[in-house]
Every structure is written in structure tokens, then in C-alpha cells.
């Protein structure tokens, strides 16, 4: 993974699925290869992978994975069959899909096996710390009470930030961290990165947008002046 | 959904994802359509829903659905998305993935709205009358114990499925009734219907097949036969 | 369990451990037997099970049980542990921890055969007649929504009950229905029972009240009275 | 918490219940006050706290605490509850109740708050080293397919239990570490303390033992005995 990064989670919203899911997974590959210097994610819903996969260049992430491997897993995405579907990567325990320590330990181990790259989120400076231990390439920190709001926890808990750097640094000198929870603007891209970490990741910002076009371009490029700082 | 029914689960099996599972669902579309009379269902998992369902006419039924509407549900897929991505039904409560009785209730009702089927699974007779109360379109009894055994229901415990006819028709004349579990060969399917069902729900027995075209084949007209009796 | 029923559930508020808990069941025992003809049911939390059981001579029922035998399970309560503390039944699945359709059907089986009784709350009508099917000793019928409002579900929404009585009906004679959420006051209750079910189960109206003999003694004497009828 | 430590995990053994858990609870209580210098903790289930606090003076530990302050949680354990109680610490994340990471982090912070002790278990070392983070007070590792064996972790995998006590020092120096899983006999403690840790949970040795108090004993000495080199 490159920085700085732009991980955009579509989450289930409406735009996260079909004909407007693909419009905006290749915006996001457009937006990165006129930039270049920016690490733009895509993270859809398992029923889009396929069809976007084709169609972008950027890396592709799922938004979950299960801890199994191939066999009788009715309903359930084992991680190893994400990995021959064509992913890059994988987001695991979003404040909406919280998982237990052992399985985020196993799941980042076997990813790592595999060749995929983890992005591990934390709603705690303190829980942030304990993903970093486990090293997984990126993680980030998102307070569960801003997501959603459009209030960004760089404008409101800068602390909450700084803090989680200071306490992952003591533990890892080389996971990627990522400030999440409320962004909502190239601001508060900006202000994420001057806070010490290395991008963002972002939702409801993006998927929700009436241009999302925009949105991505202002995010990416305020990220790209901001991290040369 | 028609009578009688050859539901195919998929699992997470490594034929269920990619060219293996769009080559069984193609072989089970192509044995319906030759047979006409019959019922076949695939149900393969998220990833590979939009690809069969471009390639098949033949009903795909998702694994599972989560009881959400479109929203900030990262990594869970809310029944109203499958939906527009454009499955006939789903497949819920397998014993590989037991759900909560609200959230049945919830999910068939919610189905019903939705114009999508529902074949929910249960354990027991007792779970099956449960479930029957709640007016899905068809229900599975598979005891657990027997499930990716190659022995069969049929054949093991035929009690369990006179047992299941009798209460489940206690409460609810309309619910179509399949048996599932070890379900391995032909006769296995015709021992089904003749005990009362209207089908069955198989796994292993054809995704682990050397040659999935003859076992879907044999079990179909097994069925077929069965069912005129 | 004889009728009319007042099903306190003292969930874990502050009054549901240590001397209040107490005070509250002997309270609850001193009503029930000068009333004689009302069985009022006391539902403490696990850690007070013991010393309320040696103070009391009305019916003790466990807030939860889990679906296991004595064993390697750390941390959980299994239903045949419960037996031998000497509750007399148990309550399942209650809206603030839901369990799956199936552990529903093995808890009430297990019960049975234990000699324990059970009383299990379903959200909506429809739930509540699959729950009849299963024969529980007791069922109680709760929008998730009242629980706790001060709002009784008797009041608010009166055709919740009667629909619920109508839907059990068909499917079972014999098993107790009572209504839950909301439930407030003296009047409530006799609504509860004038709407067709057997008691109420009730909550925070007894366990935060200023005077909660005086809450329960109204409320037996109301369901008292209105049983008659 | 002091050291050496032989933390007894009762589970729900049939012995775990009633007049057979008070025996082996006063039992450790005699052990640890003759040998003076060990931490003796017994970890009983809910129901048998309170009888049990009332009977020993060594610290009493419940097997798991809900994530919940006091209020509306019908059949969960908050812990706010349990320190009235009068447990002096909490058993957490054990593997037969494995817990979200948020979950670790919100309820050892809790229980400091409190004063409640917590100790945490992990099973690998990688899980361990993420415990440590958290400044729980101890954490023990277990790796799960040991847990009653009767095949100690520190003969079988003695490499487990020094890589944990490496990679958990990196990043916290006075987090107790014990040894779990399969602790069968004194030697075994013996062993588990050469290798680096301040004690062991044990469970099933003891509460499986014709004689407990030999075993308790035992294993009492070979810890004091251990810790001395």
C-alpha cells in the first residue's frame, strides 16, 4: 500500500451497488492514474467485486472476511476464496462488523499467507495499539459516535489522533495509519495527515455525494499536497 | 416456486466460486430446461451471484441475507440489495449459519415484500413447525448431524421426515417441504418424496462431484419420476 | 404455573442485586400469599438466584439459560446447572438477548425434560405463534419498541395482543400467553387481561418504582380482579 | 495480584455447583493461607459468587463480565454489577468465550476503574501480545486444542509459551503472564514458571480431581517452589 491513501468504504448504501457502484469505482481509478501519487481504495459490497475488479486498476478491497478457508460455510466469505476472486486486500473489524481479537490475529496472519493486504480499523487509541501488534499493513481509527455525522474526528478529537499514533509507534514503526469517522471534506484530509497519519478512510462523504467525482478529487489531491508537507 | 425441487447449495466449497460454479450452474440450467418439469435451484455464494445470474435462467438464490435495509452495514448484505442485484430468493437459516427467530420472522416477511422466496432451514420437526408458522415459501429439515456425510436423511432417519410432514402440515398446508442433509444419490431423492416432501436440498453430493452433469441429472429425473408417483 | 400471572423480571438494574433484590422478591413472596390466588414469578440475575431462592417460596425463574450440560463452558450458564440451583423455570429469549430458532427449540425440550419451566418472549404475533409451537409453559409477547417507555403495549397497541392470542390460539391451546413492554400501572395490566392473555411480564414499573410493594400489590390485585371476569 | 499464581477456572463442571464448589473453594482458601506466599484464586460461576465470597478470604473472580453498566440487560453480567458483588477481579476473553477486541479494551479499562482486577486470556502469542497493550493486570495464554487434554502447554509447546513471554515484554514489562491449557500436574506448573511465566489457569485437573486438595496442593508447593530459582 502507497500514501498517502484514500480508502473509500461503500459500505450497503444504495450507491454502493450496481451500475452507480461502478461509476464510482472508476472515477476513483481515473482520479488515481490522473494523480498518480495516491493510493486510491475501493472497498464494495462481495455481490460487486467481480464487476469492478474488471473494470479498475486501483486496488480492490473487500469490506470483510471470514475466518475460514474453502468448505461447508454456508452464507460466509471465507478469506481464501476472496483472495482467487481477484482482491487486493481486506477491511477488517469496522465499527459496524466488529470481530473478536483472535479472529482479526488469524485473519491477518492468513492474509498475509495469502498475499493480501489488511486494513484493520479501531474505534480506540488503545484498541488501535493492540491491532498494531499484530501487524497487519494498515489500520485505522475511527471513534464509532462521529460515523456518519459529518463531523470529522480530525476537527473534533484531534486527540484522539495524535494519541493513537503516539501509542501504535511504540509498538510498530511501519503499519500505515488512517484517520476515519466523519470525513467529510478536503479539509479535514488535510488535517488528517498534518495530525501524523497517512490518509483516510471515507464513506457516506463519497457515496452520498451528488458528485462524487468531486469529492474524490478534492479528497486525493488535498491528501497528495498534504503529505508532501 | 414449481414442484418438484432440486436446490443446490453451493456453499464455499472451491467449485462454488468462479468457472467451476458458473459451469454447475450452466450444467443445472441446461438439465432443467431439457427436463421441463422440475424446479432446479442454484445458490452460490455472494461473489458469484451477478455472473450466474447473467448466465442462467433457471431461479439463484443467495446463501443467506442480513436483516437490513440499504444503509451503513459494512460487510453484511441487507436483503433489500439482493433484491435489486436481482436473486429469485434466499436461502436462510442453514445449520452452517443459524439465525435468530426475529430475524426470520423479519427476513420472510420482509422477502415476501420484497417479491422474493424464502427457504429457510431447520434442525428438527419441531424447528420446521416453528418455522412453518412464519409462511416461507419452502422449508428444509436437515439434521445436522447427518449434513456432508453422504448418509442420508432419507435413508438414516426417515422419521425425522415423516415427523416434519406431519407437524409442519399441522400448522401451514401450503409451505413447500424439502429434505436436506447427506442427500448422495438418486434414490436418496426419490426416498425423499416418497416419504412426503416435495425435494431436496443437496450440497457435497454434486459440488464435489467428478461429474456434477450426472449427478444433477440423476437426481432431477429421480425426482421427476418420484413426484408422479 | 397458574394464572393470573405478574412476571417480574428484575433485569440489571441497580434494585436487581444485593439487600434491594432481596427485599423486592420477599415483597413479592408476602403479596402472592395473602393474594393466594395469583402466581407472581420473581426473575433475578444469575449471582442473586441463590439467596433469594432460600427466602422466597414463590416460583424463581433465571433470566437466561445457555443450551449446554455441565461441562468446559466458561462463562456461560448452562440449563442443567440452573436445575439444580432450584430455579423453577426459566425465561428465553427476551428482547434484550435474542437466541436463534433452534437453541429456542432445544432450551424448551431440555426444560421439559428437567422439570423446569419456560416462559419465552417473542417480539411480534407471528413470532409468538412460532414460539407456540415449540410448547413452552409460558410465552409473552413484547414490541421490542415499549420496552421500557412507560408506554404499555396494552394501551398502544392493543391489536399486538389480540392478534398475538388469535395467532397462538391456532396453533396451541394450552400455553400461557402474557404481555410485556410498557406495562405501567394497575390499569394496564387489567387491560392486558381483558385483551385476552393470562398477566403481564413487567419491569422497570416495579424495579425503579419509589414504592414497589405498592406497584406489585396493585398490580396482583388488579390481574386478580380482572381475571375473574 | 501476587506471585506465584494458581488461578482456578471452576467453569460448569458438575463440581463447579453447589456444596462440591464450596469444598474446593475453601479448600484453596486453607492451601493458600498455610503457604502464605501464593496467590490462590478460585474462578467460580455467577450463581456461586456470592456463597463463595462469603466463605473464602483468597480473591474470588467471576469467568466473564458484559460490556454493561447497570440497566435494561436482561440475562448479561454488567460489570459495574459484579464489583458490588464483591468479586476482586474478572476472568476475560477465555476461549470457551472469546470476546470482541473493542469488548477487551472497554472492560479492562472499566475494571481499573473500578478496582477490579482482569486477566485476560489470548491463544497465541501474537493474541497475547495485543492483550498486553490493554494493561490488563495479567493475561494468560492458552493455546485452545490443549484446553483439557490433560497435555500441558509446557511440555507439549514449550516454545509457545516463551515466544508469548518475548513478544508480550516488547511492549508491556509488568503485565503477569500465566500458562494455560493442559496443566495437569505439579511438574507441569513447575515447568510453565522455569519457562518464564508467574504461574498457571488451570481447571479441569482440579475440578476433575478425586482428591482437589492433593492437587491444589500440589501444584501450590511446585509454584512456590519455582518461583524461589
Known amino acids: 500500500m502507497r500514501v ?5 468504504n461503500f459500505k450497503t448504501y444504495p450507491s454502493a451497488f450496481g ?19 495516491i493510493e486510491i481504495i475501493v ?19 473487500a469490506q470483510h472476511a471470514d475466518p475460514y478457508d474453502y468448505g461447508a460455510h454456508t452464507g460466509w466469505m471465507p478469506i481464501t476464496a476472496l483472495k482467487d476472486v ?10 459496524e462488523h466488529r470481530i473478536r481479537l483472535d479472529e482479526i ?46 463531523v470529522a474526528v480530525s476537527k473534533a478529537k484531534p486527540e484522539v489522533i495524535t494519541r493513537t ?5 511504540k509498538v510498530n514503526s511501519e503499519v500505515i495509519i488512517l484517520t476515519g469517522a466523519g470525513i467529510s ?3 479535514d484530509v488535510a488535517k488528517a495527515i498534518e495530525l501524523g497519519t497517512a490518509g483516510v ?14 469529492v474524490i478529487r478534492e479528497m486525493a489531491e488535498a491528501a497528495v499536497k498534504a503529505i508532501k508537507k
Chains 1, 2, 3, 4 share one sequence.
Open 201 to 214: 478512510l471515507v464513506a457516506s462523504a463519497i457515496m452520498k455525494a451528488k458528485d462524487p467525482e468531486k
Open 105 to 150: 490475529v488469524h485473519l491477518v496472519q492468513k492474509a498475509r499467507e495469502l498475499g493480501l493486504e489488511t486494513l484493520v480499523c479501531a474505534d480506540t487509541p488503545q484498541a488501535a495499539a493492540a491491532v498494531a501488534t499484530v501487524n497487519p499493513v494498515a489500520l485505522a481509527v475511527e471513534p464509532p459516535e462521529l460515523i456518519g455525522t459529518g
Open 4 to 8: 498517502p491513501v484514500l480508502a473509500i
Open 43 to 61: 472497498i464494495p459490497p462481495f455481490t460487486e467485486l467481480r464487476r469492478i475488479l474488471e473494470a479498475v486498476e486501483i486496488p480492490v478491497f
Open 185 to 187: 471534506s478536503a479539509e
Open 19 to 37: 451500475d452507480k457502484a461502478l461509476a464510482i469505482a472508476k472515477t476513483a481509478d481515473k482520479v488515481a492514474k490522473e494523480l498518480g501519487n
Open 86 to 95: 481477484g482482491v487486493k486486500g481486506v477491511l477488517l473489524n469496522h465499527s
Open 165 to 169: 499514533v503516539e501509542l501504535v509507534r
